[in-house]
C-alpha cells in the first residue's frame, strides 16, 4: 500500500450541585464577556467593530461547523470542489488548529466518547465535584496542552490524500494572520484611522476568536456535562438550548451523538441551526448533494423511551431545514 503524504456519566437529575457547579464554569466568563460591550461603548467599541466581530464570528463558526465538523469529519454531505475548498479555509479561520488534526480528534473523540481513549471528556476523572471540575477543565482547554496526539494517519486518511486539503492543513499559521489581520485592515481603512484599525483588531480579532473558542470548547465540556437527552446514545451528551444561536447549532449535541452523520442536529420544533440551514442553501444552489437529512421515521427510531420531554411528535424533517 502506498505510504500517505506527512500531515499535519452523569443523569438528567436538574439543580444538582455537579450541574451548578458546571453552569456556573462557563456562564460566568459569557455574562462578563457580554458587559464588557455596553461598559466600553462610547470609546472602545463602535458599530463598525460589532459588525466586524459577528461576521468575523459566524465566518469561522460556520466554517467549523459545516465544514470541519459535519462536512470534512463526518461526510454529512458531499459538496463540490470549490465549496470543499472554500469550506476548509473558513474552518481555518476560526484558529481552532490544522483541519487535518481537527478532524482527526473529533474522529477519535467519536469512536471512544466518554470512555477511555476520549480526547477530551469531562468524565475523565471521575464524578465527584472536585474531579468533575478538573474534568471539564480538562475538556474545555487542558486537553490540548497533553502530550498525547492523536495519529492523524490512522484518524484522517481521507484529508491527507488530497493534496490541496493537505497544504490547506499546512498553512493554518497563513489564514490565521488572515483572520487576525482582517477587521484592522477593514476598520482602519473604513475610518481612515489607526484608531479604528486598533479597536477592530480588538473587537473583531482577539475578542472574536476568544468567545468562538470558548464557545466551540464548551461543546466539548459542558455538554458532555449537562443538558437533555432525548435520545439514545452511548455517552452523555446532551442538548444545551442557551449556546444553539452562538455554536451555530452545535449545542443540539444528544441527536448529533446519536446520529453522528446527521447533516442537521436541532431536530426539534424551534431548535436553531444555522449549519443546516445554509447546507440547506448550499444544496439548492447546486452546490452540495447527497446531503443526510433526517427523516422522522429515523429520529424516532434514536428517540429514549419515555424521555419524558414532550416533544416526541416535534421533530423536524429535510424539508424544515
Known sequence: MTPLPTATLGGDRKRS???????????????????????AWGWGVSWLDLGLMTFMYFLGCHGITIGFHRHFTHRSFKARR??????????????????????????????????????????????????????????HIGWMFDEEQTPQHKYAPDLIRDPA?????????????????????????????WTGALTAFFWGSLVRVALLHHVTWSINSICHAVGKRPFT?????????WLAVLSCGESWHNLHHADPTSARHGVMR???????????????????????????????SRRRPAAGDGNSREVGTAETA
Not at 103 to 114: C, F, G, Q
Not at 233 to 241: F, I, K, P, Q
Open 165 to 193: 486539503l493537505r497544504r490547506i492543513s499546512r498553512q493554518f499559521w497563513v489564514w490565521t494572520l488572515v483572520s487576525l489581520l482582517i477587521p484592522p485592515v477593514v476598520g482602519g481603512l473604513v475610518t481612515w484611522s
Open 233 to 241: 446514545s452511548r455517552d452523555r451528551s446532551g442538548n444545551v438550548w
Open 17 to 39: 450541585i455537579e450541574q451548578i457547579t458546571l453552569l456556573l464554569f462557563i456562564t460566568i466568563p459569557f455574562v462578563a464577556l457580554a458587559a464588557a460591550v455596553p461598559l
Open 82 to 139: 470549490p465549496l470543499r475548498i472554500a469550506l476548509a479555509i473558513a474552518g481555518s479561520m476560526a484558529v481552532e488548529g490544522p483541519l487535518v488534526r481537527w478532524v482527526a480528534d473529533h474522529r477519535k473523540h467519536h469512536k471512544y466518547s466518554d470512555a477511555e481513549g476520549d480526547p477530551h471528556s469531562p468524565w475523565r476523572f471521575g464524578e465527584t465535584v472536585p474531579a468533575l471540575m478538573k474534568g471539564l477543565w480538562w475538556a
Open 270 to 300: 424551534g431548535q436553531i441551526d444555522s449549519s443546516a440551514r445554509i447546507i440547506r442553501w448550499f444544496e439548492m444552489l447546486g452546490w452540495a448533494s447527497d446531503v443526510r437529512w433526517p427523516s422522522a421515521n429515523r429520529v424516532a
